[in-house]
């Protein structure tokens, strides 16, 4: 824990404007190893889906079960299930994708209440920075899912789509579910289209829906559109002291 809190304080200082040369080059280090531990963790998951969404809904909610069913169908076609390895809305996607045999991941954040990794995890990695972690969940991803959450989830969200939108990253499908909960963000969406803050095209990168056939056929297209193998297409170096994932 105090190694963890020292880590959690020198990510504010160094958010907070210039340190000192040496800190900087040590708190540059750090995050250079954080890389290196996260791409040797996830690097054999194969194509994955990663699904965004609250830590705060529980088992019963009917998000956290709408979350469970969409994840299996997911894992059904061959992706690996990729989360933030927390609870609510992430523990039921990887609880779904474990139900049906499918591969469940988490890129957990480490926080000074400790988030522990959900119990429906084949394999996880713990991350001491929030923007490490997210470009992880990003960088082994052919598909979003964005469910009902927070400024956490909205944060991913916009992420994804702006590396789409400026053609960062490819085209890979968006899903934004319940068009309930997200009402007002649709319409705010819609208001950046009519004001010319986005292209009129760029609301087409993404797809609203309330159902998980749907879903389902949107993420579907991708392994057609990308040419996916949904097999693990890297083997590991042993002299790399590197592992499968069975």
Request: hydrophobic share 40%.
């Amino acid at each position: 824990m105090s190694e963890l809190y020292s880590m959690t304080k020198s990510e504010i200082k160094f958010l907070a404007g210039p340190q000192s040369r040496w800190k900087e080059l040590i708190f540059t280090l750090r995050v250079v190893i954080e890389f290196i531990k996260g791409f040797r963790a996830l690097h054999f998951l194969g194509p994955c889906v990663t699904i965004f969404g609250s830590a705060r809904f529980v088992d019963g909610h009917p998000f956290y079960e709408k979350t469970e069913e969409l994840a299996g169908r997911i894992a059904q076609l061959g992706f690996t299930i990729l989360t933030g390895g927390g609870p609510g809305i992430m523990e039921a996607a990887n609880k779904g994708a474990r139900e049906v045999g499918g591969r469940s991941v988490g890129c957990n954040i480490q926080l000074p209440h400790e988030q522990k990794p959900n119990p429906y995890l084949d394999k996880w990695v713990n991350i001491k920075f929030f923007f490490v972690r997210k470009v992880l969940l990003v960088k082994y991803s052919f598909a979003f899912v964005v469910m009902p959450g927070g400024f956490g989830t909205l944060d991913e969200y916009f992420e994804a789509l702006t590396l789409i939108q400026t053609k960062m990253i490819q085209e890979f499908p968006i899903v934004i579910f319940d068009t309930e909960f997200h009402e007002k963000l649709i319409a705010h969406i819609d208001q950046m289209k009519n004001a010319g803050t986005i292209s009129e095209e760029d609301p087409q990168l993404f797809l609203f829906t309330d159902s998980v056939e749907e879903a389902v056929a949107y993420i579907k297209n991708s392994i057609e559109k990308f040419k996916l193998q949904t097999e693990k297409p890297y083997q590991p170096f042993r002299w790399l002291l590197e592992h499968p994932f069975k």
